[in-house]
């Protein structure tokens, strides 16, 4: 699923080199020195500087978070990569993505994983972005628009749940709708400060095992919950 470039650019490669470089300077905080070829792959193959906005051009292969529209940021990519490497996908996985932003993180997660469903909670940006990974043709990708915090429609299960904002616990519902043997990663902390990320395992007996990965910054999850 999705759009490709025949090429990756010297610009991705250069992009890619950063994100070895943070994955192996982050290696005893995350226990991981190096990150699946698959996602890194996956990572080059998407051409960023669609995802920001244009004045922001030129530094779309920079290892950093930019702002995007309406006081939002698409992700540093070294931490998107990190995130999509903790969820330890399979090609059948059903994932829940909550904050689509600009859409560069799902355009990243779709194509390694069965279905993917996202859910914004700003209109402009979730038109936005669904309409520009529709136009690449990633046809595995469910789009929602409304408070990511309640979850996906009453009953689904998934394998992994990635959610890009911050949150000061942990969603109920989304722990619900996470499958036994299911992983979440999540930022857990206070607003407009450093929160930690946080790799959530739901054991097959429901039991939950939580582990946190690495000191992040991210918005906070909004919404009236
Ligand atoms: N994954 C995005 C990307 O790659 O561009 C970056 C996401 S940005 C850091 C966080 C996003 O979460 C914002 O677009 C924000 O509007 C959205 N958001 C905040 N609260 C939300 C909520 N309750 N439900 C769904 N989305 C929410």
Redesign the pocket.
């Known amino acids: 699923a999705g759009w490709r470039q025949p090429w990756v650019s010297s610009a991705a490669l250069a992009l890619l080199a950063q994100v070895r470089q943070d994955a192996w300077r982050c290696r005893h905080e995350t226990g991981r020195a190096v990150l699946s070829e698959t996602v890194l792959s996956a990572l080059a193959n998407v051409p960023r500087e669609h ?1 920001v906005e244009p004045a922001q051009a030129a530094y779309s292969y920079l290892n950093r978070a930019l702002p ?1 529209a ?1 006081q ?4 540093q990519p070294y931490i ?1 990569a990190l995130m999509t490497d903790l969820l330890d996908l399979s090609a059948t996985d059903r994932v829940l993505e ?8 799902s355009a990243v997660l779709a194509p390694l994983v069965g279905q993917l469903c996202t ?4 209109p402009e ?1 979730a038109v936005r972005a669904a309409a520009r990974l529709r136009r690449w043709g990633y046809g595995n990708i469910l789009f929602c628009t409304g ?3 309640r979850g996906w429609d009453e009953g689904c299960l998934f394998e992994a749940i990635i959610v ?2 911050a949150v000061a616990t942990i969603p109920p519902r989304l722990l619900a709708q996470l499958r036994p043997g299911g992983r979440m990663v999540l930022p857990l902390g206070a607003e407009h400060q450093t929160q930690q990320l946080l790799l959530v395992t739901k054991r097959q007996d429901a039991t939950l095992c939580q582990r946190a990965v690495l000191p992040v910054r ?2 906070p ?3 009236r919950h």
């Open positions: 995802f995007i309406c939002q940021t698409i992700s998107v909550v904050g689509t932003g600009s859409g560069y993180q859910i914004e909670i700003i940006l408070d990511g915090y890009t904002a991210f918005v999850l909004t919404g």
